[in-house]
């Protein structure tokens, strides 16, 4: 079994050294996750919403819904392990502290 | 810097970070380990992430008010930093769901081996 | 927690510590605009505060949110998201376009104040999530022993 997995991780090892070529050189500025809209929320992001902090713009702002199902996300995964540790307990709300 | 070996060192770091929690997913037998090779590919990937926002020359992305015309190539690229913001919290939630899975398996079956799970289930 | 693991060192820490890392989590939250933090930051940083507390002292410190408090934090805290999202569509805007009531002449201040409203339901959001979480784990594991 260990030596199924470290195969498995060496043919990895092999897939992500062939793919790490074609990635652009650490630094690049006109990478291609830097050239689509980034340019844009750098340039008018402070003038558009007020805010100097440009990952509170792009966060609360521009992708605003975004972040809404995110937070319903983590909303959700805590009622799930509240649930998972309740069930099957014998628990209750009663004597709790608040 | 472009052009070297060094400009891809940051990928193969978090490759390899990647390939430790791989590794520890797959062999280790004990869930909890299992969940710490989750973790640590989680962060591999937050930090290759980060890697791909870096650019030369450029300071944090905050706009200071006596810049009124920001460059693009002055900043580095604020979006990745706000999707692996959401990636973090996500995964802290993530997290706290497998461990309590990972509590009741324990109350149930008394063991967190994968060896002794399956043998009992298998009874 | 029923046993708290403090000593008196880790007492005194606590007791030194905890006030600060609230009034901190209130900074980080409030200037998430302006400076590097925002809604999720200060969130985690309230729970954590709130946490140490609990940690080195146990049920009797009579000083925590407990998980029916947590579990309302939580939900209104995504509720005020959800609400903000709501409002400016009254007014004929789309969901979450901040600007689109008249409240202020400066469309500007008006992003301004959503994104703020934001990060705090956000940071109630995660930090209820956060202490409802740790609840779970740490306090209801056993049923045996908690009647």
């Not at chain 2, 008010?65 to 999707?83: K, Q, R, V």
């Not at chain 3, 959001?125 to 609840?135: C, K």
Request: hydrophobic fraction near 55%; aromatic fraction near 8%; charge should be negative.
């Amino acid at each position: 079994m260990k030596a199924t997995a470290f195969a498995l991780t060496l043919v990895a090892a092999a897939v992500f050294i062939h793919a790490s070529s074609a990635l652009p050189a650490f630094g690049t500025a006109d990478a291609p996750a830097s050239a689509h809209v980034s340019p844009r929320y750098i340039e008018r992001g402070y003038e558009e919403t007020g805010a100097h902090n440009l990952v509170t713009a792009v966060l609360a702002d521009y992708r605003g819904y975004d972040t809404l199902g995110e937070t319903t996300v983590i909303f959700t995964a805590g009622l799930a392990a509240l649930l998972i540790i309740g069930a099957g307990a014998a628990w209750s709300w009663e004597g709790r502290p608040r | 810097m472009t052009g070297t070996w060094v400009a891809w060192l940051h990928y193969w770091l978090t490759g390899g970070l990647l390939l430790v929690g791989l590794y520890g997913m797959l062999a280790a037998p004990h869930l909890v380990r299992k969940l710490m090779g989750m973790n640590i590919m989680q962060t591999s990937i937050i930090i290759f992430f980060l890697g791909l926002a870096a650019k030369t020359d450029a300071t944090l992305p905050i706009v200071p008010t006596d810049d009124p015309a920001p460059a693009a190539a002055a900043y580095i690229n604020p979006l990745p930093h706000a999707l692996m913001l959401t990636a973090i919290v996500v995964g802290v939630s993530t997290s706290g769901v497998a461990l309590a899975l990972i509590l009741r398996i324990h109350r149930h079956f008394g063991t967190l081996d994968e060896r002794d799970l399956l043998s009992k289930l298998r009874e | 927690m029923k046993q708290p693991f403090g000593s008196a060192v880790l007492e005194a820490a606590a007791r030194l510590l905890a006030p600060f890392v609230l009034l901190f989590a209130a900074y980080v939250v409030s200037h998430g605009h302006s400076s590097p933090g925002g809604g999720f930051q200060g969130g985690v940083l309230f729970a954590a505060g709130l946490l140490l507390v609990k940690l080195t002292r146990g049920d009797p410190s009579q000083w925590e949110i407990g998980p029916r408090a947590a579990l309302v934090l939580a939900c209104s805290g995504v509720l005020l998201f959800a609400g903000i999202g709501l409002l400016p569509l009254a007014w004929g805007g789309s969901y979450l376009d901040y600007d689109a009531p008249p409240l202020f002449a400066d469309p500007v201040a008006e992003r301004v104040l959503g994104t703020v409203g934001i990060e705090v339901g956000v940071a109630l959001a995660v930090a209820g999530i956060i202490l409802l979480v740790f609840d779970a784990l740490a306090g209801w594991g056993e049923p045996e022993r908690s009647a």
